[in-house]
């Protein structure tokens, strides 16, 4: 008796072992067997030929949106396969990639040999898997563009079509979305401090705080753990991080002038005590809630329009140091890019194009939180929203204020991924909020900028 | 009698004591509870524990379960923790025989090495683990988390068994072999029934740990349709956008099995764990 | 006869065999692997053929680190308050629960709880209660005019260590209750009520029958957890990624970010094979101590 249970049991784990066997691994694009007429095809009629082989190309979005965004993603994938892009038989295969650890799924995905044909994910990827040799070049999507479509093309603009090349001029990402972040305010708090002018720089924004303090509602919150505050602070000031020539300018006059600003706020109570432990998530809730004046976060499609009503955008302050067109304002750009390693080159690139050129449902019912890079799919997705396209003009627009986070340096680079991924830059400020020395914090940053250097051997 | 009413008195206080404690104690996870059966939409604006009557809503739970592929990742998480289960109970059962019936050098040195893996600090495994994993493409396979899950407590594990048979009487073995069993007939039909509170006890406590695994789990199983639940969970956490509502409910859903060995299986639990600490 | 002896004898192999690979595959091989890593530069983002064996520098670096002995430092506070607390209130508790009162059961099934919880749901719980504005904690003490502005948990240097070590005692005074409750009832009852008949107070019968008989429970359960607290790394990084600004970082986290985020698994491994000599020290003191006890 007991000597078939060991065996059902040993049989069972058997079974088990083998169906996760075949049960993992999505990925790599296969053959399927050609099928007759496929399921679900539009109207015409046509006979289908018999050597209509299935290809399957497949995308890896990081979830960019809500919950919602899987579920976005597989609608445009059904549609870019009934689509038949270029009159081939191309399935669109889509998955959604979360956030947490998404370095190491991509990472392993890679040196395993599992990765898709294109993705969407952190502005870092494109120039890091550009650097491992598998960046396909997209150069003849914008040849597409830039004779079929030119204007399509020009929404794009140069700076975010130059950001995403490597230095030889090998476009190695499709830029689609803006990254960045702007000052959101409250209105009805702004107006119960009388408020009636609206800042421009940062001492009408010390005034402003002073105000609002007054009326007993806490001044600004920030998300002091992300690179974001402290670009914005410096940027502003018309400052940036590493020169050209690798010089780190991390203790450069106009960071210092920024850092002793803030350190002000923070003794006079016009920052969140909660800063430094703060998550996006935590500061738009208090704006919401009218329990800040003012913050700094993305493109407030996190709130509901009717919430929106209430709130307002700030232009980017002059620092002290610059004036209105010397200040600069830092963001990043998404990218799409696709690996050479395809089996399918060609399909992945007509698959591409078609993605890009249709993913407005990503924002409409994915709830995509970056800001649309061309002004007409901003229009197309946001239409009318007072509030956005305020955002949209001050922080996106290409108006010659606005500069990649990785100014002066025109392409990225896969240091500059680390340096800003490791988040280097944040720790002056961080002490801040922690009660501590800033200049401390400086010295890690520059001692950790300094490694980074040595491991790429850069500026050596 | 005042004998009495001092024990009364007593046992009245210790009740208290007990309540405030366990009350204390239970408040993360009664806030969990209460979130989760909140109106989606009026989670943000609560401000007690449970929702005020009116606001109970099942919403969180379809959502999560409906909108998601939580689901997936909960049969995920089952198939690996029971497979887990299933191997890491076989190899302690068979392999904590041998410790407790045998000696020699081959036996000395699987305890001493036993006793080494006790200072290991984990993180010092998990990163030869992982490129391993990458080396032999188990990742994204089922079969590598397994594998690495199954060897969960396998010092501990081993112990276990092995002192509990040491508690088996040697006379039963050597009836059996007098009998004409074979040694493994010994093993199965004599041994092994007089230690299956230990088998459920490590069994509990392989599938215990497997099912809350989060280090391997996040890097082992990196694909969407193959996350384990503790992994998917940090799906509700977009871009630092945390729907906490969505996220208590998959809390919630997630200590479900925990519960159950909780309240039914209470028992072999507090048995590993004793036994363990009484041999020392 | 002697066939018999041999078969038995191959049968013991047989058996041990599984537990032999699983040790060696699942332990002892990454053992060896990870020592070997720190002897080189080896990263995670640079091709197998680019590492170089760079002998103790790694070793050299982690000593010259500024920051080394603070982290050092809150690991042990880390886990020696971790066990001292949790194990002072799990002995309350478990005299407590051996007392022989209605719905023990359910008390000590409640207690249980917070050990079988995965850490993910752990941390997604206590950031919940413990937000400075809307979080639970803050509002009730608030309200109740314990404190006059919200604790910032998270924010605070000194209340994030507070609070990485407040959930460590959450999650480990289960396990101390189980242990020295069980250990509690083994102590014979006659002891005690020899002792009372003798007139002796109760912190005479605690010093002369209750800590002896939990003697050999508390040895273990202390070493254990100490060990296991000492290198705990997901139910920090859940909670606070080790910040804010490093105020709770640990030995472990730091393996974690040199490795995963920084890339350097050279260096990571170094600072893991400290730890892990640390450990030998430990386990060997703790042994001669308990060996010296014994011969008493």
């Not at chain 2, 396979?141 to 002192?163: A, E, P, Q, R, T």
């Not at chain 2, 199983?221 to 998959?250: E, P």
């Not at chain 3, 059961?105 to 504005?133: C, E, H, M, Q």
């Not at chain 3, 109740?144 to 994030?160: E, H, S, T, V, Y």
């Amino acid at each position: 008796m007991k000597k078939k249970k060991a065996v059902l049991v040993a049989v069972a784990a058997a079974v088990t072992l083998l169906s996760a066997c075949t049960n993992g691994g999505v990925g790599k694009t296969e053959n399927v067997a050609p099928e007759s007429t496929a399921a679900g095809e539009a109207n015409t009629g046509e006979t289908v030929t018999a050597s209509d082989e299935e290809i399957i190309v497949t995308i890896w979005e990081a979830q960019w949106g809500t919950e919602n965004y899987e579920d976005a993603l597989k609608k445009l994938a059904e549609e870019a396969t009934a689509a038949r892009i270029d009159g081939k038989n191309i399935k669109v295969e889509v998955q959604c990639i979360p956030w947490d650890n998404y370095y190491e799924t991509f990472m392993t995905a890679y040196t395993t040999g599992t990765n898709p044909d294109i993705a969407a994910q952190a502005s870092t990827a494109p120039a890091q898997y550009n650097d491992l040799g598998v960046a396909m070049d997209l150069s003849s999507i914008l040849a597409a563009w830039k004779a079929e479509t030119p204007e399509f093309y020009n929404e794009i603009g140069e700076t975010a079509i130059r950001f995403e090349q490597d230095a030889e001029g090998k476009q190695i990402g499709l830029p689609f979305a803006i990254d960045g972040t702007g000052l959101i305010y409250n209105k009805t708090v702004f107006e119960n401090a009388g408020i009636t002018e609206i800042p421009a720089n940062y001492d009408e924004l010390t005034e402003a705080a002073a105000k609002i303090a007054a009326t007993g509602v806490t001044p600004y919150a920030f998300r002091a753990n992300h690179c974001s505050l402290s670009n914005f602070l410096i940027f502003s000031n018309g400052g940036y991080n590493i020169s050209l020539d690798y010089e780190i300018l991390l203790d450069d006059e106009k960071v210092i002038h920024m850092l002793d600003l803030m350190q002000g706020w923070w003794d006079n109570g016009y920052v969140a005590e909660g800063t430094a432990g703060y998550s996006a998530d935590d500061i738009r809730k208090m704006l919401l809630n009218g329990d800040v004046g003012m913050i700094i976060s993305n493109i407030p499609t996190w709130a509901s329009a009717e919430q929106r009503a209430n709130l307002g955008i700030l232009p980017v302050p002059i620092g002290p140091d610059a004036t209105e067109e010397t200040k600069h304002n830092s963001m990043s750009y998404q990218a799409y890019y696709a690996y050479n390693t395809s089996d399918h080159p060609e399909e992945t690139l007509a698959v591409l194009k078609w993605w890009y050129e249709h993913n407005d449902i990503l924002y409409t019912e994915g709830g995509n939180s970056t800001v649309p890079l061309r002004a007409s799919q901003f229009d197309a997705v946001f239409r009318g929203d007072e509030v956005l396209q305020a955002f949209f003009d001050e922080y996106v627009d290409n108006n010659g204020c606005q500069t990649t986070f990785v100014y002066p340096f025109e392409h990225f680079e896969t240091w500059y991924g680390i340096f800003d991924g490791n988040k280097v830059n944040t720790k002056a400020l961080m002490n801040i909020f922690t009660g501590k020395d800033y200049r401390l914090g400086l010295e890690e940053s520059i001692a950790e900028t300094k490694e980074i250097f040595e491991a790429y051997g850069i500026g050596q | 009698m005042t004998r009495k009413r001092k024990k009364t008195s007593v046992n009245i206080l210790t009740h208290m004591v007990l309540i405030a404690v366990v009350c204390v104690m239970m408040l993360p996870l009664m806030s969990m509870v209460g979130t989760a059966f909140t109106k989606h939409d009026a989670v943000a604006s609560s401000t007690t524990i449970f929702p005020a009557p009116g606001e109970w809503s099942l919403e969180n739970f379809t959502g999560v379960l409906r909108k998601t592929n939580y689901g997936k990742n909960m049969i995920v998480s089952a198939v690996v923790s029971v497979s887990a289960t299933i191997l890491g109970a076989l190899v302690s059962t068979f392999s904590g025989y041998a410790l407790s019936k045998f000696k020699g050098p081959f036996y000395t040195l699987n305890l001493s090495l036993m006793l080494l893996m006790q200072m290991f600090p984990g993180m010092l495994i998990t990163i030869p683990l992982f490129l391993m994993a990458i080396k032999l493409g188990l990742v994204n396979h089922l079969s590598g988390l397994i594998l690495v899950h199954l060897g969960g407590n396998l010092g501990f594990n081993l112990m276990m068994m092995k002192s509990f048979y040491d508690g088996t009487p040697v006379e039963i073995e050597e009836a059996g072999r007098v009998d004409g069993a074979t040694n493994f007939q010994v093993f199965v039909k004599l041994v092994l029934p007089l230690v299956k509170p230990g088998i459920a006890t490590i069994s509990i406590m392989v599938f215990l740990n497997s099912w809350n695994e989060y280090t391997m789990s996040s890097l082992l199983l990196r694909n969407n349709s193959l996350q384990t639940l503790t992994v998917g969970m940090t799906k509700f956490q977009s871009l630092d956008i945390i729907d906490w509502g969505y996220l208590m409910a998959a809390s919630t859903l997630a200590v479900i099995p925990a519960l159950f060995f909780m309240f039914f299986a209470q028992k072999y639990l507090v048995q590993g764990l004793t036994s363990g600490a009484i041999k020392g | 006869m002697k066939t018999k002896n041999r078969s038995v004898k191959w049968f013991g192999i047989w058996m041990m065999l599984p537990g032999f690979l699983m040790i060696i595959l699942l332990k002892i091989y990454p053992i060896v692997e990870g020592i070997s890593y720190s002897f080189t530069n080896r990263r995670l983002d640079r091709p197998v053929n680019s590492i170089e064996f760079t002998g103790l520098q790694n070793f050299i670096s982690v000593f010259q680190d500024k920051k080394i002995l603070g982290t050092v430092g809150f690991t042990l506070a880390y886990a020696v308050l971790i066990v001292l607390l949790s194990y002072t209130i799990g002995l309350g508790l478990a005299m407590l629960l051996n007392r022989d009162i209605k719905g023990r059961g359910i008390y000590r099934t409640l207690i249980l709880l917070p050990w079988v919880i995965s850490n993910t749901v752990t941390a997604a719980n206590f950031r919940w209660i413990l937000n400075d504005r809307y979080g639970i904690v803050n509002r009730s003490l608030i309200q109740l005019g314990i404190i006059d502005k919200p604790i910032q948990f998270f924010a605070n240097r000194d209340m994030a260590k507070v609070m990485v070590i407040s959930v460590g005692i959450w999650k480990t005074i289960p396990f101390m209750v189980i242990v020295i409750l069980a250990a509690l009832q083994s102590i014979p009852l006659e002891y005690y009520e020899a002792a009372e008949i003798d007139g002796a107070s109760f912190w005479g019968r605690f010093r002369y029958i209750t800590m002896p008989g939990i003697k050999a429970v508390t040895v273990m359960a202390t070493t254990l957890q100490f060990i296991w607290n000492f290198n705990n790394f997901e139910s920090i990084w859940l909670l606070t990624s080790g910040g804010p600004s490093d105020a709770t970082m640990t030995l472990p986290v730091k393996i974690y970010e040199e490795a995963f985020l920084k890339n350097k698994i050279g260096y990571a491994s170094a600072i893991a094979v400290v730890v892990m000599l640390f450990m030998i020290v430990f386990t060997y003191v703790r042994f001669r101590i308990s060996a010296k006890a014994n011969k008493d």
